[in-house]
């Protein structure tokens, strides 16, 4: 979208510097959602520029998500929902358990009460292959990244297409 373009140019200009092939860095969004201000809504949350968490998530080349503490989706984008084909509002306020096989599903609970309450972070900053389901039922693997925002909990969860 041309009119949108003077709010994007920063951020990409940023991230077609550091990796011309547009593979935009978690760190980026992660850079931005640090030094966000507060709001009632995360996914329109203003950050400097105007920018808000909806568009930096909506900026990254690959689907992505954010998920509050508890793993409820807050944020996602257009390449998640087109290649996992659920609808946005089918992801939104959903746990991120919707995305996991059963045995996986049935864990997460207890390993996000302990990653709360400090203990390990096993997927954190380290792409794992993992299975994820699709809204078809299907189980396909994909290499999934998660960093934490700090400042407001939140996990950004970025997924490739294992090869």
């Given amino acids: 979208d041309r009119l949108a373009w003077p709010l994007y140019e920063p951020l990409f200009r940023r991230m077609l510097a550091a990796d011309p092939s547009c593979r935009p860095s978690v760190a980026d ?7 966000s201000t507060a709001s009632t809504d995360p996914a329109h ?4 520029g105007g920018f808000n968490l909806q568009m930096y998530v909506d900026g990254l080349c690959d689907p992505a ?6 793993g409820t989706i807050l944020v996602v984008n257009s390449w998640l929902t087109e290649t996992l084909g659920f ?3 089918e992801l939104i306020g959903q746990n991120i358990t919707i995305m996991m096989p059963e045995q996986h599903a049935k864990a997460h609970p207890a390993r996000m009460k302990a ?8 997927l954190l900053y380290a792409p ?3 299975p994820v389901r699709f809204k078809d039922g299907t189980l396909h ?3 999934i990244s998660i ?4 400042a407001h909990g939140w996990l950004i969860g970025v997924f490739r297409v294992a090869s």
């Fill in 128 to 130: 794992r292959r993992l």
């Fill in 29 to 35: 969004v992660h850079e931005a959602l640090e030094a």
């Fill in 147 to 150: 960093r934490e925002v700090h």
């Fill in 115 to 122: 990653y709360n309450d400090g203990g390990p972070r096993r």
């Fill in 45 to 48: 949350r203003p950050f400097a």
């Fill in 141 to 143: 693997d994909m290499v």
């Fill in 65 to 70: 998500l954010v998920a509050d503490k508890v």
């Fill in 87 to 89: 609808a946005k509002e």
